[in-house]
């Protein structure tokens, strides 16, 4: 979550901990001054906060008709239809401009921030995003959206042995490190190397106080599965909220029921096409 220090401080906003102190407390004050709120997290954060899965069956069938994920699915649509917030918006530039001094926003907003920004030194921070409280009291900040890139070594290789040890050296701390930081002199802050490896990551030339809310997120983040079929998930996700908040056709339920509906199409064809078909179990994994 990123914000303008001096703004807040100003019209007296106090940072969410929980989405219910976004509602009842930051985005009637934002609103009283003529300001927004941008959200960049998408559908994940919400459904991991609520307990909500994207497949059940080993992955051979949407698990996005369940009540977690219907009331995540709720709490996304509500965000642009009840609350106001912007469908879209340029976050770096209004919040440079002030228009909107608090958001949330990934890993090239910060990059962008820290060197495209000069004018802001010193009146900007980050903080972490805001979560759902818990029956035990705890504040549950689950984020997903790591998956960036990936190495592999295919199949038909003639030196498997040779691939490996390449990769095992590659993906090292010493040579990440290393990597990281001669590309950073070299292109600057700009350049900073996103490096999978953590210790790694954590050696760049980090704020310290930055690092520990970066990581302390990247200690909750969990990837959406990869499954057969997987890539329809994401597309009608982004077509049942089309169709609730930007052409407002239908409710939340209905439009969530017809995603399911399609997903499940997509998954069991590919897995028939693949020859796939993992028997019902009732296993969530």
Known sequence: MFYRTDILEDIGVRLPETWDDLYHSVLPRLYQNGMDFVYGGGFNPLL???????YRNGGTQSALDSP?????FKAW??????YGIPVAANFYNR???GDAPIGLAGYNQYVQMTTAAPELYGRWDIAPIPG????DGTIDRSNANLLGQTSVIMSQTDHPKESWEFLKWWSSDGIQTRFGRELEALLGVEARWNSANIRSFASMAWNRDHLKIITDAQSQAKEQPIVLGGYFTSRHINNAFNRVVVS?????????????K???KELKSKQEEYGFRLEESGSDD
Not at 132 to 135: D, S, V, Y
Request: cysteine-free; charged content about 35%.
């Open 48 to 54: 991991l906060q609520m307990g909500g899965k994207y």
């Open 68 to 72: 977690e994920a219907y009331k995540a």
């Open 77 to 82: 649509t509500d965000l642009y239809v009840s």
């Open 95 to 97: 919040i440079r401009t």
């Open 132 to 135: 759902t409280r818990k029956e």
């Open 248 to 260: 407002a056709s239908t409710d939340a339920r209905d439009s969530l029921e017809k995603a399911v």
């Open 262 to 264: 399609d997903i499940d």
